[in-house]
């Protein structure tokens, strides 16, 4: 199991560039299905949890060919299987996302409970009323889920909770559904609206992606027709981990190839914290403040702050002076890692499960670290690139879920961080 070794205390300087975003190759691979035709994208980030994406596809029959680097070819039309593949949907929480576009397409989809990172219950109640809203019936077992329709038809739905898969998962499902579907309190994750631009282009009637009320005009049956090639947009999470490491170790970075108007949340509260931002077209540039203060946050849907960037800023909170309160509210298990911190020398108070007070600035020093989760993982690298000494920090395919070749990038910054 690969392990990183990190030397902390070294400015940073230089340009980043960010990936194509993890969690909208995650909804246009699956969406292959909803077509007649292969479909063609660029910018598909190399990592773990793309890769198991493509192992599931090409289980139920797709069949993913890389053109070039980050440009691949997935032809779903030989889509015949039902199941995903057992080991790997249990693993990985972006699996439910097939489950969708496959029951559109054959009619029936076996799925075991869908894993993925150890930040809370992660229910799928949402997903299911919404399948047998239009139609779907659904048979639970201790292996997993059974869900069936002879036909499925429009719906109105509201969810009781804003979930970003649930409504990218329905708003497939619904495409080629008969009649109208309308989802109310969707989630608005710049995401959902590229998701939907994705199949508008090819013959999809969806209105309203990126509000709380999406509707959906169901082809009733009819396959989509791929036109030209998708290019995924910019990782907003990874800018927003570089540009806390740029407020944290920067001498100047600039963060490339991102879209500002995407981090708007994150880079206020950096401003907050006393971090100067220059915001160009595709880029952000930062550098760390003379002095850093403490900033609350509290994590949202968008456009409030996404909570996938709490652990790093929870991170930069350490070296700011004063104390700032952190306050997850989207999931329940996502302040797990302060623990593993204060061992490195933070001093953070635990209010109850959902809130962290974070009293700075304090000097953390390098220790063994193990990577809980891939955003966690993540702040871990940021907490040992800051801290003095060297650190170890294990169970690296954690943060390869979600970030391609970090090491290698964060080196050219001028990071002491090895790949061993
Ligand atoms: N929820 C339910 N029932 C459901 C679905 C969700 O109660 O059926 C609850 C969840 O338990 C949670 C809340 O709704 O408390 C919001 O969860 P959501 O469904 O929005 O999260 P998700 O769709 O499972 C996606 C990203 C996450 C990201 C969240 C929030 C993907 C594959 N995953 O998860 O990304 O943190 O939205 O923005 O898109 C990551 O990339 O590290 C990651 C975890």
Not at 95 to 106: D, E, K, M, N
Not at 223 to 233: D, H, N, T, V, Y
Request: hydrophobic share 40%; with cysteine; proline share 5%.
């Amino acid at each position: 199991m690969a392990e990183f070794t990190v030397r902390g205390g070294k400015k940073l300087e230089g340009e980043i560039e960010v990936m194509g975003a993890k969690n909208s190759a995650l909804k246009i691979m699956p969406a292959s299905l909803l077509f007649s035709t292969p479909i063609e994208v660029k910018n598909i980030p190399s990592i773990e949890d793309v890769f198991r994406m493509m192992d599931l596809l090409e289980g139920i029959g797709s069949d993913v060919t890389k053109i070039s680097n980050s440009r691949f070819k997935i032809d779903s039309r030989g889509v015949e299987g039902k199941d995903l593949k057992k080991g790997i949907a249990e693993r990985f929480r972006g699996s439910i996302v097939l489950a969708g576009p496959l029951l559109a397409r054959t009619k029936k989809v076996f799925f075991p409970h869908p894993g993925g990172c150890v930040i809370g219950k992660r229910p799928i109640d949402i997903f299911l009323e919404g399948w047998k809203k239009m139609g779907a019936a659904i048979s639970e077992s201790k292996d997993g889920y059974e869900v069936s329709t002879k036909l499925l038809h429009g719906a109105e739905i509201t969810f009781r909770n804003i979930s970003v898969t649930a409504t990218e998962t329905l708003m497939m499902t619904a495409v080629l559904a008969h009649g109208k579907t309308i989802l109310r309190n969707a989630a608005m994750e710049p995401e959902i609206p590229s998701l939907a631009e994705f199949l508008n282009r090819s013959g999809a009637k969806i209105k309203g992606a990126g509000t709380p009320i999406i509707e959906i005009d169901g082809t009733g049956g009819k396959l989509l027709r791929a036109k030209g090639s998708f290019e995924i947009i910019p990782d907003r999470i990874e800018a927003g981990d570089f540009l806390i490491l740029g407020a944290a170790l920067g001498k100047k970075i600039k963060v490339k190839n991102c879209e500002p108007a995407h981090l708007t949340a994150v880079i206020s509260s950096l401003e907050h914290a006393g971090a100067e931002v220059k915001i160009e077209k595709n880029s952000v540039s930062i550098s760390k403040p003379k002095i850093l203060t403490s900033c609350d946050i509290k994590t949202r849907e968008y456009p409030g702050f996404v909570t996938d960037v709490q652990a790093p800023f929870t991170v930069l909170m350490t070296q700011a002076k004063g104390e700032s309160m952190i306050f997850e509210t989207v999931f329940d298990g996502r302040l797990n890692y302060a623990d593993e911190l204060s061992r490195m020398g933070a001093k953070i108070t635990t209010l109850d499960p959902h809130r962290v007070l974070v009293h700075g600035p304090s000097p953390l020093h390098g220790r063994e670290i193990e990577s809980p989760d891939l955003r966690a993982g993540l702040a871990f690298v940021i907490a040992a690139l800051i801290a003095k000494g060297e650190s170890t920090i294990k169970n690296v395919y954690q943060i390869d879920r979600g970030y391609e070749k970090i090491e290698e990038r964060l080196q050219n910054l001028g990071a002491d961080i090895k790949r061993i």
